[in-house]
C-alpha cells in the first residue's frame, strides 16, 4: 500500500518504503493525515470482498438445523406460528354460528388476535370478513398497528382490503376477539410525550 503523510493541504512526504520504521520516524504532528491508497502498481488483492460468490460460507445440513435449540424454526415450533400452528387446521364454523361470529366481528372494529396458544398477541383493526378464493371457509382480513402481517390486503392478485405492505393478515374468525383495544404507540410517539 502507498501511504502519504499531509499536513493541511500539502504532502509532507511519501511513507513509501519504509518497510519496519515507526510511524514516530517520519515526526507526525496533531492532525496530520495519513492517507492509505490501495491501488499501488504491485498491489494484488488477495480476497474480492465485492463478489459473494467468491466468499467461503458454511452451511448448516438441515437435519443438524432441526435438532438445534436456539433457532428461529425452534421458537416457531414452540409458540404454534406459521405451518407449525393450529390456524391452517382451525375447524371451520357451521352455518349457525356464522351468524353469531358475524355479529360478534364488525367491519372497522379494533380487535385483538390470538397467534398461538402460548399468548401472543396482536392489535388491529377488522377490514374484512367473509369467504375467499384462496381457502374455503370464513375468513378475517386484519389490518395490524405494526408490519406483523404477511400481505397487503390481497392474496394471489385478489384485494379483499387494501393497506400498507406486511401489515395486513387473513385469520380464523375464532382467533379474533373485538374490542376497545387501543392502538399500539411506536416508540417515536412515546418519544414525543417525554
Same mark, same amino acid.
Given at each position: 500500500? *502507498? ?14 518504503? *519504509? ?21 499501488? *502498481? ?31 424454526? /425452534? ?6 406460528? @406459521? ?16 351468524? /353469531? ?33 384462496? *381457502?374455503? @371457509? ?10 406483523? @402481517? ?40 412515546? /418519544?414525543?410525550?417525554?
Amino acid at each position: 500500500m *502507498a501511504i502519504s503523510l499531509y499536513r493541511g493541504d500539502s504532502q509532507i512526504s511519501s511513507l513509501d518504503g *519504509a518497510d519496519g520504521k515507526m510511524l514516530g520516524y517520519f515526526g507526525i504532528q496533531d492532525y496530520d493525515v495519513l492517507q492509505v491508497d490501495g491501488n499501488k *502498481a504491485n498491489f494484488q488483492r488477495i480476497v474480492d470482498f465485492d463478489d459473494l460468490n467468491k466468499v467461503e460460507k458454511y452451511e448448516m445440513p438441515e437435519d443438524e438445523y432441526e435438532k438445534r435449540k436456539d433457532t428461529v424454526l /425452534d421458537f416457531k415450533k414452540q409458540h404454534h406460528i @406459521g405451518r407449525f400452528g393450529d390456524l391452517k387446521h382451525a375447524p371451520l364454523p357451521s352455518e349457525e354460528s356464522i351468524q /353469531d361470529i358475524q355479529k360478534k366481528i364488525i367491519l372497522n372494529s379494533r380487535c385483538q388476535v390470538k397467534i398461538s396458544d402460548s399468548g401472543l398477541l396482536r392489535r388491529g383493526s377488522v377490514r374484512f370478513l367473509g369467504n375467499t378464493e384462496f *381457502a374455503s @371457509g370464513l375468513w378475517v382480513g386484519i389490518e395490524y398497528d405494526e408490519p406483523l @402481517g404477511k400481505n397487503n390486503g390481497s392474496i394471489d392478485g385478489v384485494f379483499y382490503f387494501k393497506c400498507p405492505e406486511n401489515y395486513g393478515s387473513f385469520v380464523r374468525p375464532q382467533f379474533v376477539e373485538c374490542g376497545d383495544f387501543p392502538e399500539e404507540l411506536e416508540i417515536s410517539d412515546l /418519544d414525543e410525550e417525554l
